[in-house]
């Protein structure tokens, strides 16, 4: 898969596909474009399909410091620019990939026909802040194995492990992340404060709650859908990283989606 750099940053991405419409596939923190294996191969018969390592994830350039949403979502423009795609696209992102797809769409709403949103991680509630960072700095003292076990337990949970294979190739790739760049997305979401940006979306979107989802349960997501203007909500059976768990069902909830926008 090629590389290419912008602006001093370094990006991984694939794009496959064919036809006019372009859609983007944000992966979630911890995962990788991998993340969208199973999915992007349904969405790409109908469409040129863009998955990228987002900054500071798989093999993009890792990152130091600090980091923001806005940032996040400007890799996505250079990243258009730079290949060329011209008008608007539309956007499919999990977790914290659902939160820069859904900033992408409020910060450049000329540039956005539709956005999904699986399981949004737009931020930290007050309370929780203080023990996410504290995670943080766990992380970076002792490296991603010190929290795969509570990852997995609720982010994959054991009603999704059917595919034993599938489930220990996500956690085999989870640990190899680098845990400074980790440290410094999870930062980026406890400091992050989005309802104002998501009250600016104009373009349809589409919230996607989890009912198996121990890390944003579903009434968080809805709730998130409900800030932004017009937005629909479903719930389906998946958990948080649900285009890994159940890549067939978020593969149907997103053309379905998109199949009644461009309708």
Known sequence: MPFIELDGVALRYELSGAGDRILVLVHEMGGSLESWD??????ATSRRVLRYDTRGAGMSQKVRGELTFDTMAADIAALL??????GKVALAGIAVGGAIALQFAAQYPGRASAVIAGSPAT??????R???LERVARIE?????????DSMLNGYPPELRG???????FRARWLGNDPFSYATIWRMLVNADMPETLSKIRCPALVIGGSLDRVRQPAIAQDVSETIPGARYVEVRT???????TPDLIASCINEFLRSVDA
């Open 130 to 132: 203080p023990a996410a």
């Open 81 to 86: 620019d730079t290949l060329q795609i011209t």
């Open 123 to 128: 931020g930290i509630e007050a309370a929780r």
């Open 163 to 169: 595919d034993g294979k599938r489930f220990a190739q």
């Open 239 to 245: 958990g948080h990283y649900m285009a890994v768990q």
């Open 141 to 149: 003292a002792l490296g991603m194995a010190s929290a795969v076990e």
């Open 38 to 43: 199973e999915v992007a191969p349904h969405l």
